[in-house]
């Protein structure tokens, strides 16, 4: 048994977004950090880490978001804090589609499109699939391919993607990724 804190990392933190992860998050028994959401993201690192270990309740959703800046912004910042700190275990990755186009892009292990249907092939902020492989274009993603976490799911914009992903719905794409992430981490099994 660990003592490390199970996480989810989420690359959005708009007030959809945040929503969406409120409403997973309660669903499954976690807790969201929600003073972790902003667009851009305004907490550090170390300031979300000290909030995880508050959190009552794993798993802990936490989201990041970096408002469309270019390159390492803030939200990539305190991601990399989160993800590499010693007493938080990463269970998976939400990277989230946006309309950023030749500038950022991470590989993605499976993405999940607007009809919740797992697919290889990325998607789009819509969460349309597209024709690349294994890769999706996002804000708040350019390090992800430096972190060390065991899977990456890809959707669309998580709370919209035309309605379909609406935390009045119960955010069924989102709450799809966080059942793919559960499953694969093992941590259903363990509960």
């Known amino acids: 048994m660990t003592n490390k804190r199970r996480v989810i990392l989420i690359t959005d933190g708009d007030d959809y977004a945040k929503k969406a992860v409120q409403s997973v998050a309660k669903e499954y028994g976690g807790r969201c950090i929600s003073q972790s ?21 794993d798993p802990v959703f936490v989201m990041f978001d970096d408002s469309g800046f270019l ?3 803030a939200g990539e ?17 939400i990277a989230v589609a946006s309309k950023t186009r030749d500038a950022e892009w991470t590989r993605v292990d499976v993405c999940i499109d607007n009809e919740g249907n797992l697919t290889s092939k990325g998607v ?12 999706i274009n996002g804000d708040t993603v350019y390090c992800l ?7 990456i799911v890809g959707i669309g914009d998580i709370g919209k ?10 955010a069924p794409i989102t709450k799809k990724a966080v059942e793919v992430i559960l499953e694969r981490s093992g941590y259903n099994a363990e509960r």
């Open 37 to 57: 959401g902003g667009n851009p993201s305004h907490l550090k690192g170390y300031e979300i880490v000290k909030l995880i270990k508050k959190a009552p309740y």
């Open 71 to 73: 390159g390492e912004g």
């Open 77 to 93: 910042m305190a991601m990399k804090y989160v993800a590499n700190h010693k007493e938080i275990e990463v269970l998976g990755v």
């Open 124 to 135: 789009d902020k819509f969460g349309v699939p597209e024709m690349e492989t294994g890769r």
């Open 145 to 151: 391919d430096q972190l060390d976490v065991p899977l």
């Open 161 to 170: 993607m035309s309605k379909k992903d609406h935390f009045d719905k119960g």
